[in-house]
Structures are given as structure tokens and as C-alpha cells.
């Protein structure tokens, strides 16, 4: 599994709270179990406790986008470097009995679970995936959602960096509002037209008079 899967982990936790919404599905160990996905023994782990903690490890990396997404590159760097600090990673090199063609392992960077909490060990993954990506793609590669009011998070991987929505569904609906705000000045622009050109015509009709 390549580093570059676990920057998924910053995302998903991030994006479990809307708050220009007031949502928030952060709210149950349940929640906090989901969001490690194919990793049910770190998963197993969660307890109502990890709801909180959660909590506070979301809000330093929406930190991070947001510092990112606002241009200050310095701060993004040492508030993911500040999580790298408290949750320091355990790498390993893995198999996971993956085989190529010759029969040889597919060795691959791995890191692993954390022994202390189920926090921990999500908040390491999530901040070094985080890390990776933003020292391999840029720190502008890190955006929040301009499509109002989501401001979801999200990683940019287009090939011109390019990316300004979480998701289609986001882009569709800003490109959509940006259409209708269009047509409503060029309407209001045409009113204004035509009332300008009949108050001339009354201008020169009563002058002619």
C-alpha cells in the first residue's frame, strides 16, 4: 500500500463535519469505527472515549486546510508537523502475501497500527499521508470546497491543479449558481437599457414639442 492511500485518512475525518451546516456525523463510536474503513482490527479498538479525541485531532487537520487553502504555506507545514510530533508513525515494510509474476513478494511501505489508542493510531496515519502528499505534490494541492457553503476538504490530484470542489455534485451546483447569476445581471443590465432609451425618447419628444 503506497503512502499516498493514507492522505485519504485526513480527508475523511475533515469532511465528517460541515460546520457553515452545523452537521456533524462525528458522534458515535460507530461513527469513529467507519471512518478506518478496511481496517477492522484498528477499528476494534474505538471506544466512546475516541469520539472526542476524534473530535479535537479533526479540528487541528481542517487547521491545516485551512491554512493551506488560505495561502499561508509556513503555518500548513507546522501545524501537520506539530500532529507528526504528538502521533509519531511506525513504518514497516509489507507483503501482505502479495505475489508477481516470478512469485517474488510486492514489498511496499506500511505503517502500522499504533499500540496505545485507537486516535493515535489514525491520527499518525492520517497526519504522514497528509505530510507525504503535501511534500510531494505542494501545499497547494490542499483545498477546501469553494462551492458555498461546503468547504469540504479535499486533495488536488489534476494534472494542472486545478481543482476548486470536493466533489462533482459541488461543481455542478456552483456552476450552475455562477449561470443563473449571470443571466440575472444580463437581464438587469437589459432593463437598464431599455429604461435609459425610452427616457430618451421622451427627452427628445418633449424638446421637439
Known amino acids: 500500500m503506497e503512502l499516498a ?19 456533524d456525523s462525528l458522534t ?10 478496511a481496517n477492522q ?13 476524534f473530535r479535537s485531532v ?18 500548513a ?11 509519531p508513525v511506525s513504518p514497516q515494510i ?15 511501505m506500511h505503517l502500522a497500527d499504533h499500540p496505545s489508542n485507537a486516535t493515535a493510531g489514525f491520527a499518525a496515519i492520517a497526519a504522514m499521508g497528509l505530510a507525504f502528499h503535501l511534500t510531494e505534490y505542494g501545499v497547494d494541492r490542499l483545498g477546501l470546497c469553494e462551492a458555498t457553503p461546503c468547504r469540504n476538504a479535499y486533495l488536488d490530484t489534476s494534472t494542472n491543479r ?23 445581471l444580463e437581464a438587469d443590465r437589459s432593463a437598464g437599457t431599455g429604461l435609459s432609451a425610452d427616457s430618451a425618447q421622451r427627452t427628445t419628444a418633449s424638446g421637439e414639442r
Open 94 to 108: 509489507s507483503g501482505h502475501d502479495q505475489r508477481d509474476d516470478d512469485g517474488s513478494p510486492l514489498w511496499h
Open 5 to 23: 492511500y493514507y492522505s485519504d485518512y485526513a480527508v475523511r475525518l475533515v469532511n465528517t463535519e460541515e460546520p457553515t451546516r452545523g452537521q
Open 28 to 37: 458515535s463510536v460507530e461513527a469513529v469505527r467507519e471512518l478506518f474503513g
Open 162 to 184: 486545478s481543482r476548486r470542489y470536493c466533489s462533482d455534485r459541488c461543481a455542478t451546483r456552483a456552476n450552475v449558481a455562477a449561470y443563473r447569476a449571470r443571466k440575472r
Open 77 to 87: 507545514v507546522d501545524l501537520l508537523n506539530s500532529l507528526l510530533l504528538e502521533f
Open 41 to 53: 482490527s484498528a477499528a476494534r479498538r474505538a471506544s466512546d472515549a475516541d469520539v472526542t479525541r
Open 58 to 75: 479533526r479540528a487541528r487537520l481542517r487547521a491545516v486546510f485551512e491554512a493551506a487553502d488560505g495561502g499561508d504555506e509556513t503555518l
